[in-house]
């Protein structure tokens, strides 16, 4: 979509049908469970981890469909509009921002990226090692297995979902 389209509004903004889905993953993101029983550290950190660890998780699964590509292309920008109006609140400043969004893309390619790998993998040690070296834990030793088998449960409803399901931002049981 062009500026001058978004501007005088004359196309909706394609984001926007993804949005569902967003604020599900978000809403996954929060569980308690994740901090509570599986060892992510409930700071500002180990939230951002969370969020962006189920962000790249979900991009695998849109780009594993036909139509998905856009797709996923769409829930990576609403993480960013997400994150960057999270800096701005917080009253973080333009230079600062920009170099923060860079350090953040990258750190969600190189989780969907470690996911991808991982996830191809039956065995859950290599997930809890991904699990480990990127992300802040409360639980150091039990927390990348418990939090690598909440994953790959997570995965496994992911992909029993339907695309269209996936667009309603509705996850399969």
Partial sequence: ????????GTQADP??????LWHRLVAEARQEHWYAERGAADT?????????????LF???????????????????LFVEDMEG??????????????MMGRMMATLGGRAGSLRDAMAR???????????????LSDEDHGP????????????RLARTDFAMLERGEIAE
């Fill in 86 to 99: 999270q800096m701005r609140e917080a009253g973080i400043g333009d230079p600062t921002v920009g170099k």
């Fill in 122 to 136: 039956e065995d859950n040690a290599d997930l809890a090692g991904v699990v480990e070296r990127n992300m802040h």
């Fill in 44 to 56: 500002l950190d180990g939230r951002f981890d969370m969020i962006s660890m189920l962000t790249a």
């Fill in 15 to 20: 984001r926007e049908a993804w949005r569902p």
């Fill in 145 to 156: 297995e418990r939090i690598a088998q909440g994953l790959r449960a997570l995965h496994a």
């Fill in 1 to 8: 979509m062009s500026f001058f389209s978004r501007l005088l």
């Fill in 59 to 77: 991009m695998l699964r849109l780009e594993n469909d036909p139509e998905g590509v856009p797709a996923a292309a769409r829930l990576t920008e």
